[in-house]
């Protein structure tokens, strides 16, 4: 498709998701914020309402997915105004353009909307947020689809992949750390059902054919961090890693953090989203390659 608008293209998932995109023939278009990363990305700032249809309208795109975000939840608890202009009032603008002019629209979730003690999450599960991020995600959800119905929510789980110009996963300073022997200090009792995003992005673009639905994006293996580092430092070769098992209660923490977020992902498996490697297979690939 020509003209899909990405928006957070300078971020970790957008500038992935671009790059696949480019080469599936789609000419997508991206935004960046303040990280002009590419020269071909167009200057897009949530918190400034009144530029964003002026933006769409000059651009026309075919299609939007949104990934732009304060994406950060210790920023979103102590910037709760700013980031609610970025995670809900810039998302309903977005989507309230993409109603407009009947275009698909998808919206990136994720799994802090729930609130970590009923787990495993299915995408009819109750949502409960336990901390602003999780907040703003979901009532942008909800006013996403008050203002254009057709629109595919994804709710991520959490991403990991190779690093970009501007942004990395937990991969990244998990790999610095092991190497270098720094202590690191994981927890036994914070799950993740974690995904790769080249799967993500394959997940991503499939759902455009998915209008009014909602599906979780999440992988095969529920891990605890923990678990994820000693698999990482496996992957590396290291036989024995300097992590310090510790619990959540241990430690004070910046923003409220669920304890088990682990999503189910049949339904995206059903519709053939994805069929996601396992989580050590996936780390393997992306470290040795
Ligand atoms: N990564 C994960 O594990 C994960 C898990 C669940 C859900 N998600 C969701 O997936 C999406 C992408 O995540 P990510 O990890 O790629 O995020 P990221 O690396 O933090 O990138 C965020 C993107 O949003 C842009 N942005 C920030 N403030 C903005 C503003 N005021 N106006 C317009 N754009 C703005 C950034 O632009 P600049 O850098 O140029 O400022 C960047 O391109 C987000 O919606 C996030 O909530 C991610």
Redesign the pocket.
Known sequence: MENTLI?????????HLFHELEKRQFIPVG???????DHRFHK????KLDSINALLDSLAPNAII???????PAFCETNKE?AY???VK?SEALATWANAHQIPFVF?????IYDGENAPYGEHSVVLPINE?GRQ?FEAETVIKTVCPSATLL??????GKS?P??E??LQWLERDLISNKTLQLFSDEYRTPLD?ETLCNAIIESLNYPAETFQLAGNDKLSRSEIGFLVAGALGILNPNIEVIKQSEVPLQSPRPKDLAMCNEKAKRYRLMQPLSFSEMIEKILLD
């Open positions: 928006t957070g293209t300078s971020g970790f998932i957008g500038w935004t960046y914020c303040n990280h002009d990363g897009l700032d949530l918190t949104h990934l732009a975000a304060a994406s950060k700013i202009k970025i995670n810039g990136a979730s994720t799994d802090q991020y995600k709710r991520f789980a959490l991403i990991y970009t501007y942004a996963s937990f995003v």
